[in-house]
């Protein structure tokens, strides 16, 4: 059973989340599911070194010229 925090709203979002997890679960392997989270993982993790080098707290646009301009 997927324990969702309150956090997520009403009972129905709630049953919504818990339907496409359930569809997730179901539709790939645990090891297909790992592979994708894991690649997700170093997606975020190459991002935060990137704010780390550059000393970016947070950028204020996600289109690239004006991530371009703010650097």
């Not at 009403?10 to 997730?24: G, H, T």
């Not at 645990?30 to 989270?37: L, N, Q």
């Not at 975020?44 to 070194?49: D, G, L, R």
């Not at 707290?57 to 703010?70: E, H, M, P, V, Y």
């Amino acid at each position: 059973m997927l324990r969702v925090d309150r956090g997520y709203g009403s009972d129905d979002n709630i049953q919504k989340l818990r339907n496409k997890v359930m569809f997730v679960a179901e539709a790939y392997s645990a090891v297909e599911m790992f592979h994708f989270y894991n690649k997700r993982q170093s997606i975020e993790a190459f991002f935060k070194s990137c704010k780390n080098i550059y000393n970016i707290k947070n950028l204020r646009t996600r289109k690239f010229d004006g991530i371009r301009a703010f650097l």
